[in-house]
C-alpha cells in the first residue's frame, strides 16, 4: 500500500500544482500585472513597493512645488504693484521738496501718498491659499497692524514671524513661499541717530534701537527764575508758553525798569505785570511776573523740561546727562540722548538712516506734506528730502528682494522639470517590473494547460489500475 500511496500522492501534487499555476496565469492575464501578492515574486515586489514609496514622494514634491509657486508669483505680482506705487511716491516727494509745489499742491499730493499708503498696507497683507504671503512662518495671520487717527494711519507695525516657512520640494531641498516682510520692506543698514530740529539736543552715547523717522519732543515744564535773587517769579503762563531749556539769564536794571532775556531786547516794565514776555535774540522766550521786589543785575535761570518719543511718556531733562534714555513703552524702542546742549523746547524729526520702513516712510512723508506740525515751508522742504533719501534705501532693499523672489521661482521651475523627469523614470520603472507581457504569459497558459490535461491523464491511468492489470 506504500508504493499505492506514493503515486496517488504524487499524482494529487502535480494536479495541484497545474492548478495553482493556471489559476496564476489567467489571474495575471486578467489583471494585466504579473506580481498580484508579494509571493509571486518577493525580489521585484520589494522594488515595485519601493518605487511605489518614491513615487508618493514626488508627487508631494510636485504638489508642494505648486503650492509655493502660487505664493511666490502671488508676491512677485504684489510687489511689482508696490513698486510702481514707489516710483509714484518718489516722483511726489521730488516735486514737494524741490520747492516749486507748496501749499495747496503739497496738500494734494499728501492725500495721493495717504492712498498710495493704504494700497501698500493692502498689498503687505495679501493672502494666496489662504496664507499670508509676507507673514513669514505665521501665515494665518496679518502681518501688518495699524493704528489710526482721525481715519488716517498713524503707524504700522508688523507683527509677522522673522522666519520663513521652509516646504520640502526636492530631496533634501526647501523653498518657502511665505516671506518676511519686515525683511523685504525694510532698509537694515542701521547708522547713527540724525536730530534735525534746533534744541540742542544730540544723540546720547548709548546704542539706540529707535528705526526710521520718529519725533522727539522737547518740552517745558517750569522756569527756576532765582527768585530768591531777582525778585522775579514764574509768569501766570510760564509753564507751557516758556521755550527756554537749561542755563539762560536775565539782567534787570530797576533804574531804567527793563529786563532783558540772554542779553536780547530790553523790555520795559512797570511792576504790576504777572506775564511779561521776555525774547532772546534767538527768539526763545520766558514769561515773567515783575510785582516782586526786583534787583539790579545779571542773574542764573534755568529752564526745566521733559523729553518724549512719538507722543510717548516724557523722561525729564538732566542737562548733566549725556545718555537720557527716551522710550516708547508702546513699541519698546529707546533714544539715547545727550542733554548737556539743550537750550530750548520744540520738535526734533529723528532720522535713523538705514533702518526705515516702506509704511511709517510714507506715513511721515504725507504728515511733512499735511504739514501736521505747523512746520515753515523750509522746514517741510528740508524733511521731505531727508524723507527721499529714506524711501530710497527702503527701495534699495526692496527691489533687491524682488530679484530674490524671481531667482525662487526660476529654481522652483527647475526643480519642477526635474521632479517630472524622476516621476516619469520612476514610473516606467515600476510598470516595466508590474505589467505583465501578455504573449509571454499566452505562452506559458498554453504550456500550462498542455501539462495539467497531461497530468490528469496519468493521474487517471494510474488510479484505474486494479490487481487484474497486474495478473496480465
Do not use: C
Request: no cysteine; hydrophobic share 35%; aromatic share 6%.
Amino acid at each position: 500500500m506504500a508504493g499505492w500511496g506514493s503515486i496517488y500522492n504524487n499524482a494529487m501534487w502535480g494536479i495541484s500544482y497545474h492548478t495553482n499555476n493556471l489559476a496564476r496565469l489567467q489571474e495575471q492575464i486578467s489583471s494585466g500585472s504579473k506580481v498580484i501578492r508579494y509571493s509571486d515574486d518577493p525580489a521585484n515586489a520589494y522594488r515595485i513597493a519601493t518605487l511605489a514609496d518614491t513615487a508618493k514622494s514626488m508627487d508631494e514634491y510636485a504638489s508642494n512645488i505648486g503650492i509655493v509657486e502660487a505664493s511666490l508669483n502671488g508676491a512677485d505680482n504684489a510687489m511689482s504693484s508696490m513698486s510702481d506705487l514707489i516710483t509714484r511716491a518718489d516722483v511726489l516727494i521730488t516735486q514737494a521738496s524741490s520747492g516749486t509745489y507748496q501749499g495747496e499742491n503739497r496738500l494734494a499730493m499728501g492725500e495721493e501718498i495717504d492712498s498710495i499708503l493704504e494700497q501698500m498696507i493692502g498689498l503687505a497683507n495679501h493672502k494666496v491659499l489662504s496664507k499670508y504671503i509676507f507673514a513669514g512662518a505665521d501665515s494665518q495671520n496679518a502681518p501688518y497692524s495699524v493704528t489710526r487717527e482721525n481715519g488716517k494711519i498713524a503707524s504700522v507695525t508688523y507683527e509677522g514671524s522673522q522666519a520663513e516657512q521652509p516646504v520640502p520640494v526636492a530631496p533634501g531641498v526647501n523653498f518657502s513661499g511665505q516671506l518676511v516682510g519686515d525683511a523685504i520692506f525694510r532698509s537694515n543698514r542701521r547708522r547713527e541717530p540724525e536730530l534735525l530740529g534746533n534744541t540742542g539736543a544730540a544723540g546720547g552715547v548709548g546704542t539706540s534701537n529707535v528705526r526710521g523717522d520718529i519725533w522727539l519732543d522737547v518740552g517745558h515744564t517750569t522756569t527756576d527764575f532765582n527768585t530768591a535773587a531777582t525778585g522775579l517769579t514764574a509768569g501766570t503762563s510760564s509753564g507751557p508758553d516758556d521755550t527756554i531749556l537749561g542755563a539762560h539769564s536775565v539782567t534787570i536794571d530797576t533804574v531804567a525798569q527793563t529786563i532783558s532775556l540772554d542779553g536780547g531786547d530790553a523790555v520795559s516794565y512797570l511792576g504790576t505785570e504777572t506775564n511779561l514776555q521776555l525774547t532772546n535774540s534767538s527768539g526763545d522766550v520766558a514769561h515773567v511776573d515783575v510785582t516782586g521786589a526786583l534787583v539790579t543785575g545779571t542773574f542764573n535761570i534755568t529752564g526745566n523740561g521733559e523729553l518724549s518719543i512719538n507722543n510717548g511718556p516724557a523722561s525729564a531733562i538732566d542737562f548733566t546727562d549725556d545718555n537720557i534714555s527716551v522710550t516708547n513703552p508702546d513699541t519698546g524702542r529707546f533714544l539715547y540722548i545727550d542733554g548737556q546742549n539743550i537750550t530750548r523746547a520744540g520738535s526734533e524729526a529723528v532720522r535713523v538712516p538705514g533702518t526705515g520702513d516702506l509704511f511709517n516712510t510714507l506715513v511721515h512723508v504725507r504728515d511733512m506734506m499735511l504739514n501736521t506740525r505747523g512746520l515753515s515751508t523750509e522746514e517741510q522742504t528740508n524733511h521731505l528730502t531727508r524723507a527721499g533719501e529714506s524711501l530710497g534705501e527702503i527701495s534699495n532693499t526692496f527691489r533687491q528682494r524682488i530679484t530674490i523672489v524671481g531667482g525662487r521661482l526660476g529654481g522652483l521651475d527647475q526643480f519642477s522639470k526635474t521632479i517630472e523627469t524622476l516621476s516619469y523614470n520612476n514610473t516606467s520603472q515600476a510598470s516595466s517590473l508590474q505589467e505583465a507581457d501578455i504573449v509571454e504569459l499566452a505562452t506559458e497558459l498554453a504550456r500550462s494547460q498542455t501539462l495539467y490535461q497531461a497530468s490528469l491523464q496519468v493521474a487517471g491511468k494510474a488510479l484505474s489500475l486494479s490487481l487484474m492489470d497486474y495478473i496480465k
